[in-house]
Structure formats: C-alpha cells, structure tokens
C-alpha cells in the first residue's frame, strides 16, 4: 500500500508540472511570446524588454501635453501608443520623456530614446543625423495672435521690421520666419516651449507667436477670448516619426504600422480623440515616404 501510494504521489505531481508548465506557456503568449520579430532588431529587444522610452513634447495643446493625469495626451501621444501595441508592449510600459525641439536629433541619436513623435517635421537637414518613418499628419505654419490685433495679416507683417513674433529653438518654424523679419536678432525671440510664448504674448512682450497651426488652434481652443490665428498657413509641415538613422528595419516596421492604421481606422480614431476636438481638420492620409 505504501509503495501504491508514493506512486499515485509521483504521478499526481508529474501531473501538477506538466499543467505548470502548460499555463507558464500560455502567459508567455500574451506577453513577449505574442509577437515575433526577426532577432537582433530592435522590435525584437523592445519586445523581448517590455519596455519602451517615448520622447514626446509636453506643451503641444492636442498633440503631446500633460494632462491632469500627468502624463502626455495628444495625438502625437496615441500615434505612439499605437506603434507600441504593435510592439507586444503593454501601454502602461511606455515611459514618455519630455523632448523639447532642441534635442530631438540628440535624444535619438545618444540612445536616451527608442523613438520620437513630438511635432516632428521631416526634412533634409535633421535627416543628416536621424531618420524618419511616416508622415502621419500634414501641419501647416500659421501665427498667433492677440485677439484684438489687427496690425498682423500673416508673415509678411514682419517685414517692416518693428513687431516681435516668438517661437521655439531649433523648431522649423523659427528658421521658417527668419525670411519673412527685417532684424533677426530684435524681432524673433526664442524660448524652449511655446506656453512660454503664448505667455509673452499675452502679457505683452511679443507681438505674436508662429508654429504649426494645429498647435495654435490648440491655444485658441483654451482661450478664445486672446487670441486668434492671422492668415493663413505659409507652410507645408510633415509630421514624422524619429528614429537612428541606420535603423532602416525598424523605420520600415513603423511604416508598416502607420499604413495600417490608416487603413483599420486607428489613425483618425485617434485624431478624434484629440487635435480633432480643437476644430482641426485632419485632411487626407499622407503617402508614407518609404526613401
């Protein structure tokens, strides 16, 4: 009886094993295991991590602005999201970082990311260090200004050399505006945020801030009583994705991912949810730029 009953022992913890070892495989499907990628690229270890660093902008009314939460909202922010579920990467392991336009290139570049979305225009001078996935949005340059204001039309306002107009260092509006101003050095004043230049607007110090429209009706959205846009936009800003420069697997996954959204309906989802709300229009989807 004895021996009988060390044997039903035996067998029953065989059992308990193999049913252990049949539920640790299927948590491993729901997480890292879910999603397979080709080894040694960069989905693979982000993957495989559980984790990723977003650099996003924090001051971008509708696009990537801290909300009462404390974390980022925007679209710029769901844009991200969206790549990160395609990664098998849960949403609450996605640590945003704060990236100003100024370092941009640097975050990407020093590793400091994984990838940035925050406004970020594409061209052919920041693809020298970096490169691009998308467009997934075509923004266009505009100015804001002071309710009131009738003296500013559009760019063209600044050529007589005595209006101040604000934007962001190492922005493309910024280096856009420098054409249209008589004096670079007294009339285009450069912070690091633009709250901080709808702030010297506002109180005074400026005649008026220019960065991409979307960004813009964000401000009027909050404040309509202070302020308007003048003109039209002058401008064509496609909005794209930063990552290394030689990660040309990893550009190509994020294109992947952005062609499907816009075609499952993820895309303008998202754009509902957030710039949408400020009266923006989304306009058609951008042709990615596979280069």
Do not use: H
């Amino acid at each position: 009886m004895r021996m009988k009953r060390v044997a039903a022992l035996a067998a029953a913890a065989t059992l308990a094993l193999g049913m252990a070892a049949c539920g640790g495989d299927s948590e491993e499907g729901t997480g890292a295991g879910s999603k397979s990628f080709a080894a040694g690229s960069t989905m693979e270890k982000l993957n495989k991590a559980q984790k990723i660093k977003i650099g996003t902008k924090f001051d971008q009314p509708g696009f990537g602005q801290k909300g009462l939460s404390g974390k980022p909202e925007g679209f710029d922010v769901e844009i991200a999201k969206i790549i990160v579920k395609e990664l098998g990467i849960p949403e609450d392991k996605i640590e945003f970082v704060e990236t100003p336009s100024k370092v941009r290139e640097d975050v990407i570049v020093n590793g400091t990311v994984d990838l940035v979305a925050a406004t970020y225009t594409i061209n052919d001078k920041r693809k020298e260090r970096i490169a691009f996935a998308g467009p997934y949005y075509e923004a266009g340059q505009n100015i804001l200004v002071k309710k009131d204001d009738t003296t500013i039309t559009g760019p063209d306002s600044f050529k007589d050399g005595t209006k101040k107009v604000c934007s962001v260092t190492g922005s493309t509006p910024a280096e856009n505006i420098k054409q249209y101003v008589k004096d670079v050095g007294t009339q285009l004043v450069l912070f690091d945020t633009y709250d901080k230049c709808r702030d010297a607007l506002k109180g005074g110090q400026v005649n008026a801030v220019t960065t991409d429209n979307v960004i813009l009706l964000g401000y009027i959205a909050k404040d309509e009583a202070s302020f308007k846009l003048a003109g039209d936009n002058f401008t064509k800003e496609p909005y794209g994705i930063g990552v290394k420069k030689e990660d040309t697997a990893f550009r190509t996954f994020i294109n992947d991912t952005l062609e499907k959204a816009i075609a499952d309906g993820s895309w303008k989802k998202a754009w509902d949810g957030t710039a949408g709300k400020f009266g923006a229009e989304l306009g058609s989807a951008p042709t990615i730029n596979r280069y």
